[in-house]
């Protein structure tokens, strides 16, 4: 699994601004919180991060 | 007045509940027939109508026994509210082992598909947050190049098929 510096290369690289980043968050948010939770351990995040992202994807 | 059958039927109660709660002291009927038959007068129903009651709300035969003969209010009040008190933490109880159930059913599910996510759902996710499908050929193009492996895992972990997985990674080269 990649890490999140990766991820966050690639789906820039990919062609999602910061703004495509956010709503990527978003989206994933509302599709399912616990994937989306599940997902953001798996790239190594801790938990207060988590916690973060995920409260400014709601 | 009531015979012990008339009442049993009017409470929907069977004869032998109210032999039973006659002989624990709890309803005793207030006068006897010449032949010794029990008759019910109007007080034993009411103090019927309450017992019922109570039972509706669980509290056991004692308890009852209890509320009805209690003088004090503070008593009285008293063992409803540890009835209450019971009654939620029964349900506290209850609530968290449909927690623990949902758990497992959730872990078990995962598990056995083992993945977080279908690739529709993933496409969708990409989509929504604005690639195209130029986009997303760019972003197999750039997962391969940083690591095929962990390209071919994640593909993986969304359900795809080795062929499929193939095919993509073929064409992201």
Not at chain 2, 8 to 15: I, Y
Not at chain 2, 137 to 159: A, N, P, T, V
């Amino acid at each position: 699994m990649l890490n999140k510096e990766q991820w966050k290369t690639l789906l820039k690289k990919t062609g999602l601004d910061t703004e495509g980043l956010n709503r990527f968050h978003r989206e994933f948010e509302k599709l399912s919180g616990e994937d989306h939770q599940e997902f953001l351990e798996l790239l190594g995040i801790d938990a207060e991060e988590i916690g973060r992202i995920r409260d400014s994807s709601k | 007045m009531a015979s012990i059958g008339k009442l049993a039927g009017e409470f929907g109660l069977s004869r032998s509940t109210l032999l039973y709660y006659d002989s624990i002291g709890l309803l005793c009927p207030s006068k006897r027939s010449e032949a010794g038959y029990r008759i019910y007068e109007k007080r034993d129903m009411d103090r019927l109508h309450r017992i019922c009651r109570y039972r509706e709300a669980g509290l056991s035969l004692s308890d009852i026994q209890r509320l009805l003969e209690e003088r004090s209010p503070v008593s009285y009040f008293a063992t409803l509210e540890k009835r209450l008190s019971d009654l939620n933490e029964e349900i506290g109880s209850l609530r968290r082992q449909q927690q623990v159930i949902v758990g497992i059913l959730k872990e078990d599910n995962k598990s056995a598909s083992g993945q977080v996510m279908n690739k529709e759902q993933w496409i969708e996710l990409l989509r929504t947050s604005g690639l195209d499908e130029a986009g997303m050929q760019r972003w197999h193009c750039g997962f391969e190049k940083l690591s095929g492996s962990c390209h071919h895992d994640f593909l993986r972990s969304l359900g795809l098929d080795e062929k499929e997985i193939q095919r993509i990674r073929r064409n992201s080269r």
